[in-house]
């Protein structure tokens, strides 16, 4: 299934401050760090997409590093805070790989430099309060036994992009939302997707009908996971390649 995007122009070089603004680059994971550096709601709304994308990979991350879960829940609060002072901004270059790599090279260093000031005041004390409900819900998200940091933050960032594609599509079927409900398993490939028949037979709709809402399904699905890419690559042409380690990820 072919995804129509936007196609990317601009130099790789550029700011994502400036570029963003002069319309050459789509919005992506980078305007949403641009979006940080804005003032009240914007920067909250910034905030709150780099989290909801972010958080959980970056946390479990730090659990396969060894950290309980307050400890890395604060580190997870931490990162989000930096990146309301603008320094990673400055740093960011929208043509240089995967946003996600670049995110895990960025909370690597700040970790660090975490570690050089343990002498210094503790955080905390004056931080800006973010409304980050979703940290609270940290300690239920499971770390894979058999995954390294950096794999479990990949994992995690994979299931992540699939399960906000499925949000998405789930606000589009609003209208069909019980067909949703029993459609959606097969996409999830889990053991309690019920056949079309008796999908058909229960809401009261033809087998044939049904058949062509899970075709409709799957097309809309694969267009969100693709578009949930797209938002973190700097081009259209990285977008298979990610999907392919994306899928690459879950099938392990």
Known sequence: MDVTTEPTTGSHGEQPSQAIRDGLFPPTMWSALLDVQGDGSEAMRGLERLATAYWKPLYVFLRKRGQDHDSAADGVQGFFEYLLSGE??????????RFRNFLLVAFRRWLGDEQEKASAAKRGGGALAIPLHELQELGAVLVSAGDSPDEAFDRKWAESLVARALAGLEVEWAQRAALFAALKWGLE???EAERYGEIAARLGMTEDAVKTAAFVLRKGFAVQVRAEIRATVAADSDVEDELRHLVALLMR
């Open 189 to 191: 490939g889990s053991a």
């Open 88 to 97: 990673l901004l400055r740093k960011a270059r929208p043509g240089e790989g």
